[in-house]
Structures are given as C-alpha cells and as structure tokens.
C-alpha cells in the first residue's frame, strides 16, 4: 500500500483527544486475517481489542495511523488500520475499536473459509454485490445498504448478525464522485458505515476513483489490494486483482488500466484456476460493463473483446460484474452459461430516453431502479442462485422489491432436442410460421431462449437469417413511466418463427433451431428440414469474404447467395481500380457450379501486396450481380504517437511499423467528427514510403485529432487509429445569452469536443471547483463533435444567481471546455408586476415567471412530488393536461396559449388552484 503523506507509529506518539464516534470498515478478508480500518480527526492511537466472545476481547492488537491532507483537511484526517492476523478459519470473531476516549460498540465478523470450503453450516458462502455511490448529498446509497441489511435479517433470522451469512460485499467502482478526502470520509466509508462494520468490502476501481484533487492516491492509500494473490499470483497493483472466497475466484479488472500488463497477470490467474480443484466458480468484475442498452458503446472494449473471451474458455466461469451505467440490466452470453450484469448502485440519475439506446440480444432485461444483488453459492450441491432487489428510483421508492431471480446449476441435464413441426412437402409461398416442438426437457426449468438459423447451404455456413429470443425482452420506456421497462417479448411465442412475405428471395433453405433452459444449457440442434421458397419477389445475390484483411498467399474463402442457378456463373479476384474485362483479366476466378448458394475457396490466396475486390458475373460474361467486395491483402500497419496531449505549437510524431510500402500509402490527421472522404479534408497528410519509421506534422491548430494509414492514394484505411490531442482547453464552448430567466431554456453550442458518448455538460455556481463542490446540472449529449444542446427542465437553475457552464469528457470532471459565465435572474420580479409572494400558490409551492409570454417557459414548483397539471381558459375550457409528472418542477410550454388568463389545477398533495396570465 502505497503512503504519500506521514506515518505516525502508534507505539511512538500518544495524542489526547475528545471522544469521537468511531465507525469501523472492514477489508481484506482472507481465512487467518483481516484488516480493522477507521477515520478519525485526531490522535493517532489505533487499537482493536478481539475475542471469540463478544463478552471476552482477550487480544489487543496496535495498528498504524496516517494523517492525510487535503483541500478542507488541513492535518486532521487520521486513518487507522489495523491487520489482525494467524486467525481461525470460518470463525465469527467479537471486536470493538479504540482511539483515545473514543470506543465503538462491539461488532463481530467472520473469517473465511479455507479455499474449498463452505462458509455456513448449510454448507453456503453468500456476497453481496453493490455499485455506484456517487453521490453525497442525496440519501440513496445509505437507504441502499441499510435496505440489504433489512433483507439479511429478513432472510436468515433477526437474532443474527449480517456476518453470519454474508461473507463479503463486491462494490463494483465509483466507490465516489471524486478522490478526496471529503468524498472517502463521507460517500463511501459513511454511506456503507451499517453494513461495513460486520461484513469486510472489496472495491473495484471505476473512473471516479481517478479524478479530483488526489485521484487514485486516496484509493491507494485507503485500500491495501495489493497484498491479495492467489496461488501467490499478485499483480503488483492494487488496479486489478484476485481473491479466493470459499470455493469462488473473485477477478476484480481494472477497465481504467487496460493492457497487456493486465492481460498476462490474468493468463495467469486463469491457467491457475483451471487446475484448482478448491474453485468451482469464477466471477470477473470490472467498473465499465460488458454490454450496455443505454449510452450505447458506453463500455470497456478490453472486457467486452479480450478479458471476456479469454474468461469463457474456462468451464468455470460463471459471471461478469459491471456498473457504470446507473441501473440494472442481466443477459447471458450466446454459446457459454456465462451471465453478465450492470449492477448500477445509485448515482447519477439514468433513464429511458436520456441517451441512445439499442435493444441486444446478450441483454434479457435492463431497469432503470436502484438495485443490489444478493449471490448465494451452494458449495455442497454446486449451485448458484442470484436475487437483486430494489429500492426503486427518485421517482419512486420500492420496499426490497424482488426484481429479478437468476441461477445457474452445476451438472444438471439439458433441455429435450426439438424439432421443426412443419412438414415442407411443396414450395414454400411466404409469408409462413416456422415452428418448433413443444419445449420439454427432464427437469423442472423452463425454456428461456430459442435459436432459429436459416441458411442456404446445409452445413450452415451461409446464414440468411437468425431469430434470437428470450422468453422476456425488458426493454424501453413502459408508457409515461421513464424509470419502469416494457417487456416487448410479452405475448411472443418464441418457439415460432415468422418469414414475412419477401423475407428470403426464392431458392433453397435449410432450418434447424434450439432451446435453451433458465439453467443456460442449451438443448441439441433439432434436425435440419430444407425447404423451398417460390413466388418471392425478392431476389438479393450476395457475395461475402470471409474476411476483410489476409496475410499473403493465405486462403481466401468467398460466400455467395441467390446466385443464378448456372454453371457459367463466376466469382473472380481483381486488384482494386481494374474493370472486369477481355483487357484486364482477374487474378484469380472460378465457377459457382451452378449451385445458388454456397462458397468458393481460392486456397492459395493471393502473393502481391494490396486491396482487391470480389465480385460475381453472370453467363460467363462480365456482367456483376451483386455488389463488390473489398478486402486487403498484406501486413496490418501499427501506428503511435510519442504522446497522447501536445502543447499548441508542438510537434506530433506518429510512429509505424509493418507497413506494406504501396506506391502513394499515406498517413492522415482528422479532427475528431469528422470521416476521411467527406468534403472536409484531412487537417495534415504525409506521404508513407518505408515499412517503418516516423512522421513528423508541425503547426497544427488546437483540438482532438486522429490518425490512421491509408492505401494507395485512397481512403481506405488499414490498422489502428491513433488519438490526440493538441492544447490544454481545446473545445469552444459558448451560450445564446448572457442572462436568463428562472426555467429558460440555455442553447449551448460547441466545436472541437472529443466526441466520446459519455462527454457532458455541467453547471456550477460561480467559483465553485467541479472536482470538489457539487455540481448544479449535468447534460450528456451523445458524444457529438459539434453541435448544439438545448439545456431545459430539470437541467437548469432552479435558484437566481451567477453559473458556469463548462464540458467534461468521457463521464469524468476532466474540463475540455472554456467556462462560459450566466446570470440567472428573475425577471416578473423585478419587474414588479408580480413579486415572488405574488407567486407563491401556497408553503412550498410555486409558478413563475407570471406573468409569462409566448417566448417564455413557466415554471411549475413543489415542495413535494407533482402528479397533475391541468390548464383552463377563463371560461373553464381544458386547454392543456399532463399526468403522471412525477417530479417536483414541470416546465410549461406557452407559446401555444393565446395572450389571457388562465386557470391551473395542480394536484400535489391536494389540489392547489393558481391564475396564470399570458401576455
């Protein structure tokens, strides 16, 4: 554990103080040992008394102190750990804390199993698993834990203490906002104080832990991962690591330090794990998620493409763990019994609609509640059962709702082989239902998931069409509720298929399909049946590579699909910029053999450098069917650049290497936002005439930038691309309007922003510092270059005053922008047409500006949550209702109300009633 500020040894320095509330933190959990941690404002002495009786601590151990520093903790934030060790395993321990007068209650806690071993009489070891905090001022992470404490008791007894069934909490990153001290002391040690006493936490490091004045150095110093290993594997960091709980391998990745550091300690761990009989599960965990439906591509890609699919080649593994995005979402993997999870703890508000969104099929169920899970592993019996739990959301509060329940059972049998009812004795006339056997299976699960593929050649190599389906699909927005999720797949037959008419062009087709159980095991393909499309009026010839670069002379194998059922039609390769024809021959061709679907391997590849194209002719000629094919032929370029910021005026180096050295290959720099081949240029180009070396680009102006290898004078680009950014601010960032009313709309527009999904706008209060003082608002705008965002209800000041608007990257307090400076006012009053008494409805509640004119939003504002809205005309017509509000300000659009007055009905509470005058 790494020390950066001074150590002060308890049995060298005594200090007198008051007594003071002392909260113990527990961490580090292994079978003989534990760590005794606590926050203090002074004295240095740092004592846990400790017994296997809670009214006989027989053992005094004396730990350390550190006094930190920082903004707001000029010397006076004491941290006291203490390792208590050669303890028993799997033994309830009693302990209590003392620092001067101060002596918390007495608690008790549970060492660990030996490896292997079950933690309870049943024979079980329960976690539970928690993400984001976050937030300081708002009581969500606290009622969050205190509700997993209620269900603890609820499920296993009031009598006992949490530590007697759960053996450890995994919180999965953002264990705060920022890294200072203030946000350690009082979002993450003081909102998990009701559990973290009894039940020892284990963290994993999310963006947030690397921002603000300290950064990861306050993580380092609270923490003390780097003394974890397994098998005596350590990755010599407290980034990443692994611990054995019982007969479960934690793997705690870092998304934020990716690379092949990581990569390797965890080859490592795996190989070590695949030969240990004492683990039978495998959890990975890392902050940024596996998949994500909301703030699509908002996710670690190392996970996703690399940590992932090393991981599932154990039969081990079990399950990833992210969080991140700010809700809860399950799904599993196609072809391995693997779930992963987004468990969302309860930060930053995340809703249908917020962001871009996509429905995949590796997620069963995203919901947008503040949810905490609690894994449960049958050692004895090989079985794992997962229940998460909401507390519900800001718009409304659940009790311990049981939101979802997932399990996975070792060595149970499949589902029953299905098969395909349709009998295809004639040609098929779309549209028509394919459908599957009843689903059935020796055991008591039921179906969850179907496969259907259709594909033109019987070994299922060309795929036309899949139809990938859970039993339930919760996704998107139910109704006017943007916290609750809509199941799409209610009603859905998942064991039928529908073509719709033209689905598939004429032709033959083959057709299998599978079932997969809630246990994720998959049933047999059913047989294959073939059948015959006629009267389609689709007909869609395709050719495919089977892929987009090879190295030399290595095979290139070419799909094709609804191709004339001719012996003279033919697939030839031609080099890029040739024309098919008697004068320019093709490098290589060979016959489809009349078949309408199939492939067609050139096994020898191709021996010269390039990009090259496929295509497909009919009768022997050279008319092309379908579209052509690129591909590439050749070494795959590296390119890097000796930094990733430069100062205005500095030089950039791109370095590469394995270059194919092709006539007029060039390197190209663009500004972020925009596409090579558009009509804006590249910023900077040079040409590339070597296999390797460098290339320098001088004077470019300030803003994020790419650079990539392109071919031949083209656009076509090989390899990586590389990102960089010259200047320290570099994001023009500006307003429409200096001053603006209470509720009006704030158009924002910028240039040059980094372009990442997660970039946002926030909104502080003059002179505040984002990386210490809480922010007023926050808008994330789907990671546009540039653009314009209309910041409007619920983002905008709710009190007078002077703000900043300012841009952050990638969901950090990382400032890319200029701070722009506004004036929030309340203009009806000091017009004195109506003051802010005048609008004042009743104690809490509010409407202004009033009087208000078409250009101008009014505001609606409640002490209390809002349920209705309605407007009348003075003759008590209905002219505008909302329901269903849900919030404690609406903002009103009146620019379609003609100039009059106007009643409103707002139900809050009661039913206030209050004028409202249109000018």
């Not at 001074?6 to 509330?21: D, E, G, R, W, Y």
């Not at 500006?734 to 240039?751: C, F, H, M, R």
Request: one cysteine or more; hydrophobic letters at 30%.
């Amino acid at each position: 554990m790494r020390k950066t500020y001074f150590l002060l040894l308890l049995s060298l320095v005594t200090l007198i103080s008051k007594a003071q509330n002392l909260d113990p933190y527990l961490q580090n959990v292994t079978p003989t040992s534990i760590y005794v941690c606590w926050k203090t404002s002074s004295n240095s002495e740092s004592i846990v008394e400790y017994g296997t009786s809670a009214s006989n601590l027989n053992v005094t151990v004396t730990g350390n102190t550190n006094v930190f520093t920082d903004s707001g903790y000029p010397g006076n934030y004491f941290y006291h750990s203490t390792k208590l060790i050669n303890l028993s395993p799997n033994t309830k321990y009693y302990y209590k804390i003392k620092t001067g007068t101060g002596v918390s209650l007495v608690k008790s806690f549970k060492t660990l199993p030996n490896p292997g071993q079950a933690a309870t009489a049943d024979g079980h070891i329960r976690f539970l698993i928690m993400g984001d905090n976050q937030l300081k001022a708002e009581p969500r992470y606290d009622s969050l834990v205190a509700s997993a404490k209620r269900k603890i008791k609820e499920k296993w007894g009031s009598t006992l203490s949490p530590d007697d069934n759960i053996a450890m909490t995994f919180m999965v990153g953002d264990q705060v906002d920022v890294g200072t001290l203030d946000h350690y002391e009082n979002v993450h040690f003081k909102k998990n104080k009701a559990l973290s006493g009894n039940i020892p936490i284990q963290t994993t490091v999310g963006n947030h832990e690397t921002y603000g004045t300290l950064g990861m150095n306050s993580y380092y110093d609270h923490f003390f991962i780097s003394e974890l290993s397994y098998k005596g594997i350590s990755s010599g960091t407290e980034n990443y690591y692994a611990m054995q709980a019982g007969n479960v391998l934690f793997i705690s990745l870092s998304s934020e330090h990716t690379g092949e550091a990581q990569l390797s300690w965890l080859q490592k761990v795996l190989a070590a794990a695949n030969t240990d009989n004492t683990v039978d599960w495998i959890f990975s965990l890392s902050h940024r998620p596996y998949q994500a439906e909301q703030y699509v591509g908002d996710i670690s890609t190392w996970v996703r493409n690399t940590a992932v699919p090393l991981l599932v080649t154990s039969s081990k593994y079990a399950m990833h763990i992210g969080a991140h995005h700010h809700l809860y979402h399950r799904g599993q993997l196609k072809n391995t019994p693997t779930y992963n999870i987004i468990s969302g703890g309860t930060a930053w508000d995340q809703y249908w609609g917020s962001s871009t969104e996509q429905d995949f099929e590796d997620v069963q169920k995203t919901i947008c509640n503040w949810i905490y899970q609690i894994v449960d592993i049958d050692v004895t019996n090989g079985k794992m059962d997962v229940e998460s739990y909401s507390i519900g959301s800001v718009n409304k509060r659940k009790n311990n709702q049981l939101m979802d329940v997932f399990h996975r059972y070792k060595n149970k049998p499949a589902p029953n082989k299905p098969s395909i009812v349709n009998n295809f004795s004639t040609n098929v006339t779309l549209p028509v239902t394919i459908s599957g056997s009843a689903y059935s299976t020796p055991t008591n699960e039921l179906l969850n998931t179907s496969q259907f593929l259709i594909s033109q050649t019987p070994t299922f190599d060309i795929i036309k069409k899949e139809v990938y389906r859970d039993f339930e699909d919760l996704y998107g927005k139910y109704g006017t509720q943007k916290d609750s999720t809509v199941n799409v797949n209610l009603g859905v037959d998942i064991t039928k298929m529908n073509l719709a008419s033209n689905a598939l062009s004429n032709g033959q087709y083959y057709v299998k399909l599978r079932y997969r159980d809630r246990n994720l095991e998959w049933s047999p393909w059913s047989d294959v049946k073939a059948f015959i499309i006629g009267g389609s009026n689709t007909v869609n010839t395709e050719i495919i590579t089977d892929a987009l670069t090879y190295a030399q002379n290595t095979p290139i194998k070419v799909n094709f699909t609804d191709a004339p059922a001719s012996t003279s039609t033919w697939i030839g390769l031609y080099k890029e910029g040739q024309t098919p024809g008697g004068a320019s021959p093709s490098q290589t061709w060979q016959y489809t053999s009349g078949s309408a679907s199939g492939s067609i391997n050139f096994s020898s590849g191709l021996a010269n450098k390039g990009r090259y194209f496929a295509a497909i002719f009919s009768n022997g000629g050279y008319t092309e069917i379908a579209s052509r094919k690129y591909f590439y032929i050749g070494p795959i370029p590296v390119l890097s650049t000796n930094q990733s910021e430069y100062a205005v005026g500095s030089p950039v180096v791109v370095n590469f290497s394995n270059g194919p050295q092709l006539t007029s290959d060039w390197i190209g720099i663009y500004r972020m936002g925009v596409n090579p081949g558009s009509s804006t240029s590249a910023t900077s180009w040079q040409y590339v005439t070597t296999t390797s070396g460098s290339k320098t680009f001088n004077n470019l102006p300030k803003g994020y930038y790419y650079a990539e290898y392109y071919l031949q004078n083209g656009y076509s680009s090989v390899g990586n691309k590389v990102f960089f950014k010259i200047g320290d601010i570099v994001t023009e960032l500006w307003i429409n309007k200096p001053v603006y009313d209470l509720g009006e709309q704030i158009s924002a527009s910028w240039t040059d922003a980094p372009g990442i999904v997660k970039d946002w706008l926030g909104i502080y209060h003059q002179g505040d510092n984002p990386n210490s003082d809480p922010l007023v608002s926050y808008t994330y705008f789907n990671g546009l270059a540039q653009g314009t965002k209309n910041i409007t209800g619920a983002e905008l000041p709710v009190q007078t005053g002077n703000y900043f608007l300012v841009m952050f990257t990638n969901d950090s307090y990382n400032e890319v922008s200029n701070r722009v400076i506004f004036e929030v006012t309340d203009s009806a009053s000091k017009k004195g047409s109506l003051s802010q008494d005048d609008f004042k409805i009743d104690n809490g509640l509010k409407v202004y500006p009033n009087p208000t004119n078409g250009d101008n939003q009014t505001i609606v504002q409640s002490d209390y949550p809002i349920d209705e809205i309605e407007i009348f005309s003075i003759d008590g017509k209905l002219m505008y209702a909302t329901k269903n509000v849900n919030n404690n300000r609406y903002s009103l659009i009146t620019q379609d109300l003609p100039k009059g007055t106007y009643i409103l009905k707002i139900h809050s509470r009661k039913l206030f009633t209050a004028k409202l005058i249109v000018k």
